[in-house]
């Protein structure tokens, strides 16, 4: 039962254009999500959060959106570069579980030239 | 701030024998770290959590006796994999969550690739 979910496992988009990877959850009781990127053979990379009390996050480059009633999260990376080329996973977790992730399959974003 | 490092970075072994992995955090003291495990194309899948002077919770499915956890000290922990076999192989990675740092956060490290022959 995939609680967390990327649908899209990859991504291409231009150098300097937007980039949004999309993800869904089906647990209700998630009130945090997070968003990680990866390189190969390399431990995943904190980037950004976001708590269910609010609907958009930013931090430079990076904008999480969330989006309680569809259960929906995305994550815009604008202007989008070639070192942000990875496989980002989304995360959510329920406040007083210990904190305990759980993953999405994950979305590989390649930035083109 | 809040690095976290793991040994080794890769380990091939025979079946049979047990392999340890370490996991510390170097900059902050971590009262619960986590580990999980990768195989190729997939998601992290969590194994366990381990709280600092307690037991480690295992998720359904993971064998305890099998994959040995001790969080010893507030910066170390460390994953046993006992009697390794071939199907054992896989990307391991831990995560801590500091003290002061916010609930959800966990900080990862670069992972282990265990190879069992």
């Known amino acids: 039962d995939q609680q967390v979910k990327q649908n899209s496992p990859s991504l291409s988009v231009q150098e300097g254009r937007i980039s949004i990877l999309n993800c869904d959850y089906t647990?209700?009781?998630?009130?945090?999500f997070l968003w990680y990127k990866k390189y190969p053979a390399e431990g995943p990379t904190f980037l950004i959060s976001?708590?269910?009390?609010?609907d958009k996050n930013e931090d430079g480059r990076f904008t999480v959106f969330l989006n309680k009633s569809a259960k929906h999260l995305s994550l815009h990376i604008v202007p989008s570069q070639p070192g942000d080329s990875a496989v980002y996973f989304c995360?959510?977790?329920?406040?007083?579980?210990?904190?305990?992730?759980?993953f999405g399959t994950g979305t590989r974003l390649q930035v083109t030239l | 701030g809040a690095v976290v490092s793991q040994h080794p970075s890769w380990v091939i072994c025979k079946s049979g024998t047990s392999v340890k992995i370490e996991c510390r955090s170097l900059?902050?003291?971590?009262?619960?770290m986590f580990w999980y495990r990768q195989f190729p194309k997939q998601s992290l899948m969590l194994m366990a959590t381990?709280?600092?002077?307690?037991?480690?919770?295992?998720e359904q499915g993971v064998e305890k006796d099998k994959f040995l956890i001790n969080h010893a000290s507030l910066t170390l922990s460390t994953l046993t994999v006992t009697s390794a076999h071939p199907e054992d192989s896989s990307f391991y990675i831990c995560?801590?969550?500091?003290?002061?740092?916010?609930?959800?956060?966990?900080?990862f490290g670069p992972g282990t690739r265990l190879t069992v022959l």
């Open positions: 995560s801590a969550r500091g003290r002061d740092g916010f609930l959800g956060t966990q900080y």
């Open positions: 647990n209700s009781m998630f009130d945090y």
């Open positions: 900059d902050f003291q971590a009262t619960t």
């Open positions: 381990s709280n600092e002077g307690s037991k480690a919770t295992y």
């Open positions: 995360a959510a977790s329920v406040t007083g579980t210990a904190s305990k992730l759980t």
């Open positions: 976001i708590s269910s009390i609010k």
